[in-house]
């Protein structure tokens, strides 16, 4: 076989082969690649194998197996993957607390989200690297996990602290869980500090939560930003102010004006700002009816969509079974859309556990959908999208483990006391699924033809990002 680096091949024109190179040490002196110094021995400095704490790390892999006299080999993979897990889970959850941290404003800094969408991207490729890892025990045979599973007595993957905590901190609502052995989750932690931080988890704002309310504020669903890009920010009491005087009721109260101006005089509104706020407080405010945002024009967009869907229904040369096929899709369709039109409707779907997310973070969320290529829209795009990732591959994981557990034991008891396979397959659906509905998105969206068209001002808004300083109504 020929030398990969061409050593003893002839080339043309030539009748011996090239020799390989020669070194002489003499030579190292003049090579620059060894022109370095070992500052761990010059300095006496930390180590790679002291910084990593390796003495610690590489020493906790106790075979209970061998304890017993009875070395079993494969408990040592058992050992690596498992514990390989549980160092995963805490990087997930430091990344995810930082995330929950960045949310967790009244006002999220638009400057940030290129940090959230990098920590979710990241988390989606560990859990894409835990899914996998199954794949690694499985080279493990049924017979040599039966030699050393005695030794794990009473211990089991349920009672992951850490795991209970990442569901809890992204959103998994305690009454969608599964009951192990009929109980809570939460009884098979019998350490105070750990049923501690499992409360703990419980009462924090989760991701789901912070993202709901983030998404509660997307710029322009319900009125298109103000002619004035500066005043375009008001923050809601001004907007308040101008919608009840605009429907023809009583104007705000003077003190909640008063609190509005402020937000102006820290906005730096041009005058013409000003004016209207004073208008505003002296109950004097005659605006013209703000244009509207992305939801009237959306729900105008489905009827459109519809009354086309109806009048295809009823055109000549249809067959009756045709017809009838037709119309009834135009029935369905139209009777899914009313139940996120309808705010009364949604809430429903949300009481029968259907839906998680409120009525205006939903609107936000298809606002996002629809108009992702906006460059204001870009990032958030990427968060929601990483979100069902996240959600998608912890759903793969478990898919993966049920049939391996599976494969491992059949139909055994697990060595927790649960059913095993039976209690696992359980897990592996949608009440699982914190981000359901930004999955059921697709059902609502609607061809490109009947998008609406965005206004120059809400282009504008759009096409530029904000420190978010100033709140979008």
């Avoid at 091949?9 to 190179?21: K, M, R």
């Avoid at 304890?67 to 430091?94: C, G, R, S, T």
């Avoid at 069902?388 to 049920?402: E, F």
Wanted: glycine residues 6%; proline residues 4%; contains cysteine.
């Amino acid at each position: 076989m020929a030398c990969p680096m061409g050593y003893g091949v002839t080339f043309q024109g030539g009748d011996q082969p090239l020799p390989p190179p020669h070194f002489d040490e003499k030579d190292l002196d003049l090579d620059p690649a060894q022109n370095g110094v070992n500052k761990v021995q010059m300095y006496n400095g930390m180590t790679y194998g002291d910084y990593l704490q390796l003495d610690k790390l590489l020493n906790c892999q106790t075979m209970k197996s061998a304890n017993d006299k009875k070395p079993v080999q494969d408990e040592h993979l058992f050992i690596i993957i498992h514990q390989a897990y549980e160092l995963w889970f805490k990087q997930i959850i430091f990344d995810i607390d930082h995330v929950r941290t960045l949310l967790d404003n009244s006002i999220v800094d638009e400057t940030k989200t290129l940090q959230i969408v990098s920590l979710l991207e990241r988390t989606v490729r560990i859990l894409r690297l835990l899914a996998d890892q199954i794949l690694i025990l499985e080279t493990m045979s049924p017979l040599d996990f039966v030699e050393f599973r005695k030794y794990l007595t009473t211990s089991s993957g349920f009672q992951s602290l850490q795991f209970r905590l990442l569901e809890n901190k992204l959103g998994v609502h305690n009454d969608n869980r599964v009951k192990y052995n009929a109980q809570n989750y939460r009884e098979a932690f019998n350490k105070t500090e750990d049923m501690n931080e499992v409360m703990l988890s419980e009462i924090e704002p989760s991701l789901f939560q912070l993202i709901e309310r983030w998404l509660e504020r997307t710029p322009g669903v319900m009125t298109d930003p103000e002619e004035d890009d500066e005043l375009a920010g008001l923050c809601n009491d001004v907007d308040l102010v101008t919608l009840n005087k605009q429907n023809g009721e009583e104007a705000a109260p003077v003190e909640d004006a008063e609190d509005a101006l402020k937000t102006v005089e820290t906005a730096q509104t041009v005058d013409a700002g000003m004016a209207k706020i004073n208008a505003a407080i002296n109950g004097e405010s005659k605006r013209k009816t703000k244009p509207k945002g992305f939801w009237p024009n959306f729900v105008d967009a489905i009827n459109n969509f519809l009354e086309d869907m109806r009048l295809e229904s009823e055109e000549e040369g249809l067959t009756e079974p045709q017809r009838k096929q037709a119309l009834s899709e135009y029935e369905k369709t139209k009777m899914t859309f009313g139940t996120i039109i309808s705010e009364v409707e949604h809430n429903k779907c949300i009481k029968k556990q259907e839906r998680r997310l409120s009525h205006a973070a939903l609107k936000g969320a298809l606002m996002i959908y629809f108009y992702r290529e906006m460059p204001r829209f870009s990032q958030p795009y990427q968060i929601l999208t990483f979100l069902m990732d996240i959600d998608s591959l912890l759903q793969k994981w478990r898919y993966n483990h049920v049939m391996l557990v599976q494969r491992m034991l059949g139909s055994k008891q697990g060595t927790g006391g649960s059913s095993g396979y039976l209690y696992l397959r359980t897990t592996v659906s949608d009440r699982y699924k914190v981000f359901l509905d930004l999955f059921n998105l697709s059902t609502w969206l609607i061809p490109r033809k009947y998008i609406p068209a965005l206004s120059p001002r809400m282009v504008r808004t759009l096409s530029h990002h904000a420190n978010m300083n100033i709140r979008y109504g």
